[in-house]
Structure formats: C-alpha cells, structure tokens
C-alpha cells in the first residue's frame, strides 16, 4: 500500500542563510526546490565538496526559485554527481543562471592557476570546485517555463512559479503533490523598488517554507538611501579617493547604475570616471534589454545609462584600473567579497583612506564583507594578508531582500491555517525574530529546522 507520507530533506539554508536545497521526497518521487551554494564560513563553504547525505541519480527533478549563487550554484557539482533529470526555472532565471554558473566557473579556474603558481593553497595542486566544463554538461538540463501557469511534472504533481521580485526572473513556487499545497518563498523581493515590481502573494499554503534573511530587521525606503549615496560620492570623491562597492552583478548593480546615473543627470554628483567591472553584469544588462516585462525601465533608460559607465569584461583591463588612482566609482562583484573582481581592486586599493567601501547588500557571516562590517582591519586576498584602512560604509536601503514588515505582509493573503511552517536561508536570530512575528501576528506556530534534519509531512 502506497504511503501518503512525504520526507522533505534540509539540505542547504536551513539555520544558515546560504546553500538553499530542500529535497522533495514523495515516494515515488523526489523533488529538489533550488541547489545553492553555501557561502561565508569555512565549515559551511568545506559541505560544498562533500556529497550530499542524500542518492543525488534518484533525484528526478530540481526546481529553482530564482539565479543566484546561493540557490543555483550547486548544479554543476550535482551533475557532475550523477544528476540526469530537467531543471525547470523561468527563462530570465535559467540565462541568469547560465552567467552566474559559467562567471564562477571561470573565477574558479582563474583562482586554482593563480594558487597554484604562487603557492599560497594548502591543496597541491588547488583544484576548482567545478570548471567551464562541467557548466557546459549543466546547461542542456535546463527547461525554461513561463510564470504563473501550472506545469505537470509527474503523475499527480505539478507546480508554479510566481513572480517574486528580488531579481529578474525571481519565483516563489507553489508544489501542490497529490492536493497538499507546499508554498517555497525563495527569496522575496521589496513592495517599492526602483526597478523590480512588488512580488505576488501567495492565497493557500498548507506547508510553508519562508525565508527570514531580514527576519527582526527594516530596511529605510530605497529613495532615503538616495541622498545618502549622494553624501558619500561627494564626500569620498571632494578627498581625492575612490567609492567601490561590491554588488551582486544581478539587479544590485544595475539597480546603482541607475541611481549613480541619474544624480549625474541632476548634477548632483561630480562628473567622474563611472566603471561596472563584471563580465557577469554586462551580460545582465544585455539580458534587462530582452526582458521588459520584468521590470520597470524604459529601453531607452537602459541605453543611456550604460552610455555613462564603462564596461569592463577583460581581465586585463580590471588588473589597469585596479592601479590607476584618480577619483571613480567602481561596481564589482561579488557582494559579499566572496571572489570575483573587488578582490582585484581591493589589493591595490585597501590602504588608501581616502577611499570608501560602500556595502549595499546582506554580508552572510564569516564573508570577508561581514568581516570588514565588523571592523576587521586586516583583508585576506590571494593568500596575501593586506592592511585594510579605506572608509567604510553600509546602506541597508537599498538591499533586494524583504524586510521583516514586508515578509509579513506576504503572508497576508493565505487563507487558511498552514499545517506546517519550516523558517530557511536565515541566520538564528533573524529566524527567531520571524518565528516571533508570525505568532504574534497570526498565531501560526513555525519550526526552524536545521541542516540536514529530515521532516515528515503526513
């Protein structure tokens, strides 16, 4: 007799913030929602080289709520691991995806070589987690599905993805599996944002999986933000230095090209040098082109302001600006500091006072951006340990993840009670604190499970 039992394996973002994986156990079928990679500390960064506690050639399909490293950076180690079935996502998430994957593979290849000529890994020879290669075999899994339409993966089992905000192409996924509606948040965009439209709210959930990045915390309006980027352009740029910030290079960088470009426009900036340094942002740009319906600028908007910025894709040209010290802005990935290239600039560019590094996104702990947050004034970069002495500043405002007002109100509209509410991809305070807030505000009690715990939905 067939059980109606469903497993539901823990296996990233679960009393952590990175490394999103919940694996979908039916039965007769499993199911992963999203496949990250875990970022920050050492012991969860050492999990991405172990296989994970679960028989990956069993998995029949994975499902991606939306193209950030943290919940797609996995796949090309899963497949490498066995993995044969599709991989469904929007099509914005899938060539998001296809950047992300093919920039870090990249970065990978480029940081082993460099490792290894200069001696600096404990690993002889330093070997990437994942090369071209083998996002080249990635790839062709992919299935790309349009949004908020139902699609039958299996017998009894289908979903949807539901515009979220966050980024371009960015779900929640509703799974409905033999009538029991499982609703996975992904992460969930902001109500007002300057380029992204408020993210659509789920109506039945019967278990809930809601992310709590920004649990106990709210964020200022992204227009507060504004003339405080302001202040600290004039402000870094009257004293002869330079502002970088490290940015995600999907959405947050485009999203402070916009806004860099247009306090230019209203000459409320001084007129300097304006670089974005990420092969990986350019092609996000190209990509905000052909996606017009995810977002809210005009085409013409997008051609202007590109026309303002250099765009950097060599890494030639990035190992020249990172010596030239005349006042710029710089936009480079990764947001957190985890790679990519800021360390570029940083090496070069971190005992200089006068210049200022300005977060605008969440720092995972034990990331180099947490780090320096928490006045580290010493940074790692290429085995090298470099005097940190710029300036450093933090703009909550402008971040892509939901507050903890706005991921109340995306529950609002579930109409019923849900059976089941697991809290994910969140540090133990920020869980707690939402824990907290869904009791008080709906009386619906919520778990914070942890990695690699296994729950039984009956």
Same mark, same amino acid.
């Given at each position: ?51 994970? #506690? ?6 029949? !399909? ?12 996995? $796949? ?23 950047? *992300? ?22 690993? %002889? ?6 090369? $071209? ?12 599905? /349009? ?27 509703? $799974? ?14 902001? &109500? ?5 439209? #408020? /993210? ?52 947050? !960088? ?14 409320? *900036? ?11 942002? !350019? ?26 910025? &250099? ?13 030239? %010290?005349?006042?710029? *802005? ?7 500091? &985890? ?24 720092? !995972? ?82 778990? *914070? ?10």
């Amino acid at each position: 007799m067939k059980s109606n039992k469903i497993n539901i394996h823990f296996l990233g973002a679960a009393g952590t913030v990175t490394g999103s994986k919940y694996l979908v156990d039916t039965g007769d079928r499993k199911i992963l929602i999203d496949c990250g990679l875990f970022q920050g500390l050492k012991e969860l960064r050492l999990k991405n080289w172990e296989y994970p #506690p679960v028989n990956v050639v069993d998995i029949d !399909a994975v499902l991606l709520t939306h193209g950030h490293m943290d919940h797609t950076g996995y $796949l090309p180690r899963l497949v490498k691991q066995g993995f044969n079935g599709p991989i469904y996502g929007t099509n914005p998430t899938l060539d998001i995806a296809k950047i *992300i994957l093919n920039d870090s593979a990249k970065i990978q290849e480029q940081e082993a070589e460099r490792a290894n000529k200069e001696g600096y890994s404990k690993h %002889n020879p330093a070997e990437p987690l994942y090369d $071209l290669k083998d996002v080249e075999k990635t790839i062709p899994h992919f299935k790309g599905i /349009p949004q908020s339409q139902w699609i039958q993966l299996f017998d009894g089992i289908r979903a949807r993805f539901q515009y979220n905000g966050h980024i371009l192409g960015a779900t929640s996924i509703d $799974l409905d599996v033999h009538g029991k509606r499982f609703v996975f948040s992904g992460d969930i965009g902001r &109500t007002n944002d300057l380029l992204l439209y #408020p /993210p659509l709210k789920p109506k039945k959930a019967d278990v809930l999986f809601i992310e709590s990045t920004y649990g106990g915390r709210f964020h200022p309006d992204e227009v507060e933000a504004i003339p405080q980027i302001e202040k600290l352009v004039n402000d870094t740029i009257n004293r002869g230095g330079s502002l970088f910030i490290p940015s995600f290079s999907v959405e947050r !960088a485009q999203l402070m090209m916009l806004i860099f470009w247009r306090l230019l426009k209203e000459n409320k *900036i001084p007129k300097v040098q304006m670089i974005m340094d990420s092969p990986m942002g !350019a092609n996000v740009l190209e990509l905000f082109h052909r996606t017009r319906d995810w977002h809210k600028l005009e085409e013409h908007e997008c051609d202007e302001m590109c026309s303002y910025f &250099t765009v950097v894709s060599s890494y030639r040209e990035t190992m020249e600006l990172r010596t030239d %010290n005349k006042p710029k *802005i710089v936009i480079a990935g990764s947001g957190m500091l &985890t790679g990519g290239r800021m360390l570029n600039y940083l090496e070069t560019q971190a005992q200089n006072p006068n210049n200022t590094l300005l977060f605008v996104g969440y720092q !995972a702990e034990g990331t180099r951006g947490r780090k320096l947050l928490e006045g580290e004034k010493e940074l790692k970069v290429y085995g090298k340990w470099v005097p940190f002495k710029m300036q450093v500043a933090e703009i909550e405002g402008l971040s892509a993840h939901a507050d903890h007002a706005e991921l109340m109100d995306w529950m609002d509209n579930i109409k019923n009670k849900p059976e089941r509410i697991f809290i994910v991809h969140g540090e133990k305070e920020s869980a707690e604190a939402l824990q907290k807030g869904i009791k008080e505000t709906y009386g619906w009690d919520a778990e *914070i499970p942890q990695l690699y715990t296994i729950e039984v939905i009956e």
